[in-house]
């Protein structure tokens, strides 16, 4: 598992919250290793670009970004997906040990992004719903998750502030950590000076989720957090999934960052 946080990474990034016990074994190197900063004697000026808001499909908004992140002089690129959930049927796909690119998984697919952690062997970390079917055991006191109920109805959440109950009628759902915004509106703040490729879920006031892929590894987990408290796309909660080499989605052939590496899990939006 190609990917942003390794072991020590995610012991150190998940705080006292998170006992090292409750962490799941992440092993696969990160994919970061190797990437340095510019120097800025030799590296362009970042002008911050902002395409606005667009209609992609009734339900489903576009916004591309590109910002500037202090000590990386080349900034970050930032393509955004704002969704009213009740516009699409949400699905988690999942394949344990048959990982697909991003772009390989559906066609018919409006939007997929890639989902929450896997191990070695391509297996979904965390608790996993995928048309029903239940894998793998909840995060207790720390992470997120997305899900949706048997009734269709779409929601995201803090683990700590709400956690997961068995009794619950989930008919998709994934999990991941860290919380970058929680319920309340602090941030993910242990900073480990770790950049990567990024996925992130968000909700804003509104109700609408929000994906957000920043795929040229300017940003680290602290730095992301406090970009996105401080921007305006209103976040009231927002989720980190997987990145480094998963990061990716697919919005059509014309509009895709794929993976860098197979995943066993994405989420996938269709058209109702």
Not at 14 to 34: E, F, K, M
Not at 66 to 76: K, Q, S, T
Not at 190 to 198: K, L, P, T, V, Y
Not at 245 to 262: C, E, K, N, V
């Amino acid at each position: 598992m190609i990917r942003c946080l390794c072991l020590a990474l995610l012991l150190a990034a998940c705080g006292p919250a998170l006992p090292p016990a409750t962490l799941p074994p992440l092993t696969r190197v990160a994919a970061t290793a190797g990437i340095t900063a510019v120097p800025a004697t030799l590296a362009p000026t970042v002008t911050a670009v902002d395409s606005g808001w667009a209609a992609v499909a009734p339900g489903l908004e576009r916004r591309e970004l590109r910002v500037p992140v202090a000590d990386w002089p080349l900034g970050e690129r930032l393509v955004v997906f704002r969704v009213e959930p009740t516009a699409f049927t949400w699905r988690v796909l999942y394949t344990p040990g048959f990982p697909s690119f991003i772009s390989a998984w559906d066609s018919r697919a409006r939007l997929i992004f890639n989902g929450g952690f896997f191990d070695e062997n391509d297996a979904a970390l965390g608790l996993l719903v995928a048309d029903g079917r239940v894998f793998g055991q909840s995060y207790e006191g720390f992470g997120g998750m997305l899900a949706v109920n048997t009734l269709g109805a779409v929601s995201l959440r803090s683990l700590s502030a709400k956690p997961y109950t068995p009794s619950e009628a989930l008919a998709q759902a994934v999990q991941c950590f860290p919380m970058l915004v929680a319920p309340g509106g602090a941030v993910f703040d242990r900073e480990d000076g770790q950049r990567a490729r990024r996925t992130v879920l968000g909700a804003d006031a509104d109700g609408r989720l929000l994906l957000i892929v920043a795929p040229d590894g300017g940003f680290t987990l602290a730095s992301l957090a406090a970009w996105l408290r401080a921007s305006d796309l209103g976040l009231q909660l927002a989720l980190n999934l997987d990145g480094g080499g998963s990061t990716g989605y697919f919005a059509g052939p014309g509009d895709q960052i794929d993976s860098l590496t197979p995943v066993p899990v994405v989420v996938a939006l269709y058209d109702r």
